[in-house]
Every structure is written in C-alpha cells, then in structure tokens.
C-alpha cells in the first residue's frame, strides 16, 4: 500500500504524484509527459502537473482530464512563483513530487517545504548549462531521492561532473508509443516540396538551436550537395537560431537545395519520406527524434554525444560521427545515399532493436517500480523512528 490519504481503497492504493514541468512546447520532455500521463492516469496514479509556461501539450494533458496549473502569469516572479508552487503542493499533498529538467530545481525545493516523503528529479540531457547549474544540482542532491536519467551518458556526467551520489541516479530510458505510431498516416513531403520521388531527401528533426547545432547539418548538406546534387535537405523545427541559420544558407549558395519546414506538429509523418536521418546535437540525451528515425526503419548519421551513438552501434541503426565534423557527417550520408541496399538493412535493424528495447509500456513500468521503490524506503525510515515492526 502506498502512503495513505482520506478516501476509498482504491484512491489510496495510487502513489498521488506532483510533476514540476518548465514548459509544455512541443520536445522531448514534454511529449514524454504526455505519453506517461496517457498511460498511467487515472488507473495508476493520481496526477498533478504544474508548468511555468504552456504550449500545446497543455491542452492535450487537459483533455486527459489531469488537473494541470499554468504558472506563466508568475513568469518573472521567481519568489512568488515558488511560493505559489509550494502552496499547490501542499493543497495536492503528493506522496512524491516529480520535478522534469528546470521544474525540477523548483519542484524539488517546494517539496522540501511542504514536508513531501519522496522527492525525485528528471535530467533529460547529457550535461548542464553552466556551473551555477552544477552548483544548484549538486547543492539540491541532498534532498532528492533519486534523479531519474534517460541516457547512461547523462548519469556518468552527474557522477564526474556534478558529483552527484551514484546511488541516487537510475537510468530509465525514453519509451516509445508503438500504439500512438502505428496510427501515423505519412505526409509526402516530396509532393509537398515539388520534388521528384526519385530525389533523395536527407532530413533533420530538431528545433533550431545551438545545442543542436543545426550549422553543422548546413555545412554537411553542402559537402553532400557537391557529390550527389540530386539530394534535398529539410530540417524540421524551429527555434531562435533560425535567422542565422537562413543566413548560412545563403552564404553556401543552398538556398534552393535546403528547406526550412519550421514547427510542424506532424513531424513524425515526414519522417518515412527520408532516405537518411541526421542529428547533429552538440548535447544529448536520448532524443526522441532518433526514436522516431528508428521506428520509421531510416537509417541514421549522428553524432557521438549523449547515448545517441552507443544506439546507433548497439542497434546497428547507421553511422556515429564525431560532434562538429562536417566532412565526417557528409562522408556518411554520401555513403548511405550511394547504398540504398546497405541504408534498407541499416533501416529495418533500427526496427527491429527499437521494439526490443524502447516500449513505452517499458519505461512507465520502469518509473512506477521506481516510485514503489522510493515510498517502501521512506515507510522503512519511519518504521526504524516509530519503533513499528515489519
């Protein structure tokens, strides 16, 4: 049984459960929320969502029917928004608060405050942004449970780098909704784009930012362009690097050979008009594009930051290549393009690895395990003060 509130037997056999999330735009953090909301409320847990800014997971998780409290208005007041995240807490009384990336750094200090048992945070990437970062992760790891990691490569940063206890980090990689993707009905972006069928597109699904160094996949496109001229190139996403993107574009002369699609909700539908997925993040995790790459049975040039290369080589998916080396990542994608026969092998084992090791029923059993884990500890700790038997 897990830690007990006023109702019937069935309400108290759910962990209730607060997630702290930034944001609800459109990313790998927040569709994972959607995804785990989904499947695990209302039979699983009792859910609270509290976010900072909305977007438009916000209006799915509603129709979900989570309860879900938009703090934008308190954008800009950080004092008063941590007052007011403390206050939902307590009105929720959570059994565990689950803060995800930034939410997690308020999330974490409201449950302090609020006297929650269990405490966990999310780290969805391979490093943080800065030493202060560092410092607030390292100053919070005293009071948080366990960190949750979705990539291997993110726990050994937080071990070496941020010197977080080994103990209280458990990697539970990023699910994937076969049911949702198997109802995926693929846009034809070449008559979209008034392509021939015939014409190869290389494609990128990544929003443009410098993390994921969108420059790199440019700079690529126009070696590859030079070789195999009958190539297009796409980037899927938007971002605040998007001006000087355009720019770069135009100063490699490819502005007719490379489109920017912009924020498409039906990202995952232009996926199967690829002939070869790219990622070319300077920082990862594990991102849900090479996820989506996978399922679509494309195959993938990446580059080895975060898990994305230890994927890659364990499934057999395509090609791992150093972060910031152009002529490598083009070198790659000329070789998938000039094999067709390779690139279907390399597509179909990325299936069939995906399948095998990424369900979404996977990871949400994963991090229910995890909050059953977390509560038996915390009841332990009270038994051994109480003087309560077993």
Known sequence: MFL????NEADR??????????????????????????????????????TFEGGPYEAKIRELGVPLINL??????????LRTVISEVRSFRPDIVHGMDFGGLYGRVAAKFSGVPVILSGFNGSRLPN??????????????????????????????????????????????DFEAARGWEPHD???????????????????????????LFVEAAA???????????????AGPSQSQVERLIAARGMESHLTLAGDRPDAVKLIPSFAVGVLTSREEGLPNAL??????????????????????????????????????????????????????TLGRSARTYLEQEFGLSR??????????????????VLRKRTGIAH
């Open 131 to 176: 030493r202060i970062f560092c410092w607030i992760e390292y100053a919070l790891s005293p009071i948080t449970d366990y960190v949750i990691s979705n990539s291997y490569a993110g726990k050994e940063y937080l071990i070496n780098t941020v010197h977080v206890n080994p103990d209280r980090i458990r990697v539970i990689p990023n699910g994937f």
């Open 13 to 50: 056999q759910r962990p209730r459960v607060v997630w702290v999330i930034r944001q609800l735009a459109r990313g790998g953090s927040e569709k994972r929320l959607y995804e785990s909301l989904r499947r695990l409320f209302p039979d699983k847990l009792d859910l609270q969502v509290i």
């Open 4 to 7: 007990g509130r006023k109702g």
């Open 363 to 380: 990871y949400c059993d994963s991090l229910l395990a995890l909050y059953e884990s977390a509560l038996e500890q915390h009841r332990q």
């Open 189 to 215: 972006l070449h008559q979209e784009l008034g392509l021939d069928p015939a014409q190869p597109i290389v494609g990128q699904v990544a929003r443009l930012t410098d993390v994921k160094d969108p420059f």
């Open 223 to 237: 070696r590859v362009h030079s070789q195999v001229p009958q190539a297009h190139f796409v980037i899927v996403g």
């Open 291 to 344: 996820l989506e790459y996978m399922f679509c049975a494309r195959p993938s040039v990446v580059t080895e930051v975060g898990d994305c290369g230890r994927i890659v080589q364990q499934s057999k998916a395509g090609y791992v290549v150093p972060s910031g080396d152009a002529d490598r990542l083009a070198e790659r994608i000329v070789h998938l393009l000039r094999n067709p026969v390779e690139a279907a």
């Open 72 to 81: 934008e208005s308190l954008l800009r007041r950080r004092l008063k928004r």
